[in-house]
């Protein structure tokens, strides 16, 4: 359209709104198109009005990629999503997931008001007997008191969440679901470059070569991401992926090459890598002069080790010769040294992308480290498109989780509690006496949940648990050891924030209705270091309430009732939030909770956190007008804020020093340099055997997200995946007698489970192993996995355990 | 807006599939296997009911999907594209009739819809033989893609009935949805209307106007290809969204 024509139009849009806004057309159904004018009748037509749909941006609530999305409201509720197109993330594009996402605010059984378990029966209380029930218990124990919530916390919810614990109950015991999710990325980003999080973004997906998915089925998992990467070839461009995974997906349709190992051996192919690129002499050169540093484990895993040589290096890869790797690994020699080849050439752009195969894993921080190695001995990072990239699988896993630390040994902005710098710094910025917060790490997950479902009298010495934005009762590992042990432990009380019934509040004492997504305020922080911010947009039903103010509101009883904690050190409630004129406004009172942005006075303080690891965030108001920024976000001396694509390299990263090129300005050796790993493979933990012959891998599907509590009330997709299943092999399915359909049991060490075979499906896993979705809350898959976990990132395995399966009967 | 550019070599692979799909029809007519049948919609996707036992082959399965392709689903059914002449202008009942089955594919405006029949699970390639053209299959027609730009297509699009029992929480949903963008506007009797939807991944207009789409839908002119030239996008509509064009 030429510009003239697009004025006259405008024009003529003009006069047609003026003609709009004198008739409009009522009584149109717009379900059925009834009503609506009959064509030609150019009277009718003119009268039309306008749909009234006000439209504003906001994050998906799901994975951690970090769509933006606008919202369609009208009369106080969502009627429509489209994909932002002014946002670089997804660029208009989304999931089925994202398009369908105005329907979770609106199942039929969304939690409007609190309820209390009284004589076994959940009945509704008050928001006061609520909190003082909540405020009793704490009271009563307060050491004994553990917060549970996850990477869907917004960054002001987790941040209120981690200063009522460490900062008002002196109690580290908060941790988040995220510890099942990515708690091994982290350790890898730290093991490695001493501060966490990835260097490279999503534009690196724009511009690689060669995108690596390490077990990483981000076709289903990261669609908008997969798409953005795919795409490309629409438009003629020449990119070569490559799946390394243990079984066939939808991603491994679109690779070029498919390499099926078997579970656990990744770090063999890793490693057999690093071996051809020494071997050929195809490493680089100067950045292992200049920017890398090597280091092993002591006696012990542990996530800095000890420092040694490069030499000491080579003589660890040189047994994984491609031969070797194959033996380990069941990828043939010849892919491994495809993969040599690739990396070893400089002039290719080299992405890798994973998520949770690499990092449920009981060797996670060991593989991670060394994708992370395989990069830098080959000088793959630092460029546009040469990248490792670890994602999320939560809106919020990096802005809350990682950023804001809510995890037992954490402080805000990468800081831990055993660093009396890093509590001083905290209880300044908070405003608390020294020594409030406590040195000791609270309890990680697992150990958290162990310890809630073992008798006081044995040792269980947390005996109330708030969960807040996330499903234990279903996402936990091993749920007959770590949450069904409640059952029955009278003294235990357990306290769950949420918008639906799900698998945890049915073992819960108190329920608390929560408001969701928009409506309510956020600040999350999505895989590329980007932090979005949203306003609310409709009110949430009866008294469901933001989580934030959940927390205050509690931190406010306990203050009322004296309790020394909930003051600062001169008195003050913990979280006093004033108004334009420096006044206090009660927003303990929800009436009043939206008076003032309780969202950006949490952000505003909470953004003193982050200068220390260099993640520095810009004000609250930026946000507003962004779709996101990543950091670090530096003010430049003409007053406007810039965000960092890609952290340590000069050409980008401001932090760094001029003429270094690289510099790994938070490196562990204190020298600059990022460490590479020395991490041999070794078996894991359960393997196959004559009684359980078979390899089980848990993971997720397109439609839904985690335990399906919001997806699952969205019709479109409930219908679409309406319940889980057992992907098998044809050869197994032959071999146990199974047909598609049939019923089936898989049994481990740990617990059963009947499902329907699914064989030649959305999936094939290879001979020997089995796949199981696990968002069917009736169809826990988790009774059956392994609740082993990572000596250093604590994050259990839920890709591998020994299991057997026999044939039931025929498919009802 | 760039016209919809396709290489020379898909468009030769389109013309193969194409002649192989024609080619099953003409045998399927020979054979006369079985009468032209509906094509079955919204079936849950289960297994052909065979006694317990054994698996079947890999083989086995291939054919016995091949068969059903053959006999049933495809071969006697693929009907030429109708040919781009003028028509008369839909009737409001054929109208109503069609934002109705639109809708029911839906759950707003703007919402990708649902697919109406069993898939290939695994990729869309399967998708792409009959959408990336657009097909009339047995008196259905399945649409040519609106976005040529995005092929991946299971990202968006699911099946409107999945297997299995339903696990997930069985509740309903209050959501209500727009469901139809309402009628373009005209500056005068005789004007051209303009688009009242935004026309975003909607940018092949013939998709659901041309001469195979709902009869309610579709142009009384489909001999003429430049749509734009004469029907411009309601701009007041889609402002904050940022979705125009």
Request: proline share 7%; glycine share 8%.
């Amino acid at each position: 359209m030429s510009d003239l024509d697009r004025r006259q139009f405008m024009h003529s849009s003009a006069l047609l709104a003026a003609a709009a806004a004198i008739g409009a057309t009522p009584g149109i159904d717009p379900r059925t198109g009834q009503g609506l004018p009959v064509p030609g009748l150019a009277g009718k037509n003119l009268a039309e009005a306008a749909p009234g749909i006000s439209w504003q941006k906001a994050p998906c609530r799901f994975c951690g990629t970090g769509c933006h999305i606008m919202v369609g409201t009208q009369g106080g509720k969502v009627v429509a999503v489209a994909g932002d197109r002014q946002a670089e993330v997804n660029k208009g594009l989304l999931c089925v997931k994202g398009y369908s996402i105005g329907q979770i605010l609106y199942g039929k059984d969304r939690l409007t008001q609190p309820l209390l378990r009284k004589g076994g029966k959940l009945v509704p209380i008050s928001w006061k007997e609520a909190l003082d029930t909540i405020a009793s218990r704490i009271q009563a124990a307060p050491k004994e008191f553990a917060f549970y919530g996850s990477g869907q916390w917004t960054i002001p919810e987790g941040y209120s969440a981690q200063k009522f614990m460490k900062g008002g109950l002196s109690n580290n015991h908060i941790e988040p679901n995220a510890r099942l999710c990515m708690a091994s990325a982290v350790t890898g980003f730290l093991a490695t470059y001493g501060v966490d999080e990835p260097a490279g973004c999503y534009d690196d997906l724009d511009r690689a070569d060669v995108v690596i998915f390490w077990g990483n089925n981000m076709a289903e998992m990261h669609p908008v991401l997969f798409s953005r990467i795919i795409d490309r070839r629409a438009t003629g461009a020449k990119i070569r992926l490559i799946d390394i995974g243990t079984r066939r997906t939808r991603t491994t349709e679109h690779c070029q090459h498919f390499l099926n190992f078997n579970p656990h051996s990744d770090l063999a192919i890793a490693n057999g890598i690093a071996h051809l690129l020494i071997k050929n002499n195809t490493y680089d050169k100067i950045f292992v002069e200049k920017f890398l540093a090597f280091r092993k484990d002591g006696a012990k895993p542990s996530l800095f080790g000890k420092a040694t040589t490069f030499e000491d290096y080579k003589r660890h890869v040189a047994e994984y010769t491609p031969e070797h790797v194959e033996k380990i690994s069941g990828v043939p020699a010849k892919d491994i040294y495809l993969l040599g080849r690739l990396f070893g050439d400089p002039k290719l752009r080299i992405t890798s992308t994973w998520c949770m195969g690499m990092n449920q894993h009981t060797r996670g921080t060991a593989i991670n480290s060394l994708v992370h190695g395989v990069h830098l001995l080959s000088g793959h990072f630092g460029k546009p498109g040469d990248a490792p990239t670890s994602l999320t699988g939560q809106p919020s896993a990096c802005g809350t989780v990682r950023e804001v630390g809510t995890l037992a040994h954490a402080l805000p902005g990468g800081r831990i509690v055993k660093k009396a710098a890093h509590r001083k710094h905290a209880e300044k910025y908070w405003n608390l006496p020294a020594g409030r917060v406590s040195p000791k790490p609270g309890y990680h997950t697992v150990k958290m949940w162990e310890r809630f479902c073992t008798s006081k009298a044995k040792g269980g010495d947390i005996n109330t648990i708030w969960v807040q934005v996330t499903n234990p009762g279903q996402s936990l590992p091993n749920l007959n050891k770590l949450f069904l042990g409640k059952k029955g432990l009278s003294e235990k009380f357990l306290i769950v924030s949420d918008v639906y019934p799900t698998a945890t509040t049915k073992l819960a004492d108190l329920v608390l209705p929560s408001a969701l997504w928009v409506e309510k305020n956020g600040v999350v922080g999505n895989s590329e270091r980007r932090t979005q911010q949203w306003f609310r947009q409709v009110k949430p039903p009866g008294k469901a309430r933001d989580d934030t103010w959940q927390t205050i509101a509690v931190a406010h009883r306990l203050y009322q009732r004296g309790f020394a904690g909930m003051k600062d050190k001169d008195g003050k409630f913990l979280f006093e939030m004033k108004d334009d004129k420096g006044k206090p406004v009660p927003v303990w009172d929800f009436g009043r909770y939206y008076d003032v942005n309780v969202d950006q006075q949490l952000f505003e303080e909470y953004r003193q956190f982050t200068r220390l690891k260099h993640k520095d965030l810009a004000p609250y108001t930026e946000y507003v007008k962004a779709r996101g920024l990543r950091w670090p976000v530096v003010k430049q001396a003409n007053g406007t804020w810039r965000e960092t694509r890609w952290r340590f390299s000069e050409f980008d990263d401001p932090y760094v020093k001029k003429g270094s090129r690289i510099q790994f300005y938070h490196s562990s050796s204190k020298n600059d340099r990022a460490q590479m790993w020395i991490r041999p493979y070794e078996n894991p933990p359960e393997m196959p055997d004559a009684k359980y012959p078979l390899w089980l891998c848990t993971g997720r599907v397109l439609e839904h997200w985690h335990t399906a509590t919001m997806t699952g009330r969205v019709p479109a997709l409930a219908n679409a995946m309406p319940s889980t299943y057992v992907e098998l092999n044809p050869v197994d399915a032959r071999r146990y007698g199974i047909s598609n359909g049939d019923q089936v049991r898989i049994k481990s060490r740990r617990g059963q489970l009947d499902l329907r075979a699914w064989i030649q499906g959305r999936g094939e896993p290879p001979a020997g192993s089995l796949f199981v979705p696990w968002f069917d809350e009736k169809r826990l898959i988790n009774l059956v996995t392994l609740h082993l976990y990572d000596p250093i990132s604590k994050q259990p395995d839920y890709k591998k355990c020994a299991v057997s399966i026999t044939r039931l009967g025929p498919g009802k | 807006m760039t016209p919809n550019a396709e290489s020379p070599l898909s468009q030769r692979v389109l013309t193969v599939i194409f002649a192989v799909a024609v080619g099953f029809a003409i045998m399927g007519f020979i054979v006369g296997t079985r009468p032209a049948s509906k094509l079955p919609r919204s079936k849950p996707e289960r297994a052909a009911k065979r006694p317990a036992g054994a698996a079947q082959s890999y083989t086995q399965l291939r054919t016995a999907r091949a068969q059903r392709t053959r006999t049933g689903e495809l071969s006697s059914l693929v009907a030429a594209v109708p040919t781009a002449v003028p028509t008369a202008a839909p009737t409001a009942a054929q109208r109503t009739a069609a934002l109705k089955a639109r809708a029911q594919r839906r759950s707003y405006n703007g919402a990708p819809p649902v697919i109406p029949h069993g898939i290939g699970q695994r990729t869309s390639a399967s998708c792409l033989t009959c959408h990336r053209a657009g097909a009339v299959v047995s008196g259905k027609i399945a649409p040519r893609l609106s976005h040529p730009e995005y092929t991946n297509c299971l990202q968006c699009h699911v099946v409107s009935q999945g297997m299995g029992p339903r696990n997930v929480p069985n509740v309903a949903n209050s959501f209500q949805g727009t469901l139809t963008s309402g009628r373009g506007t005209r500056v005068s009797l005789g004007a051209p209307p303009t688009i009242p939807h935004s026309t975003w991944m909607r940018s092949n207009c013939l998709a659901c106007h041309g001469p195979a789409s709902k009869p309610g839908l579709r142009t009384r002119h489909p001999q003429r290809k430049s749509c734009r030239q004469c029907h411009v996008p309601n701009q007041r509509r889609f402002p904050a969204a940022g979705i125009s064009q």
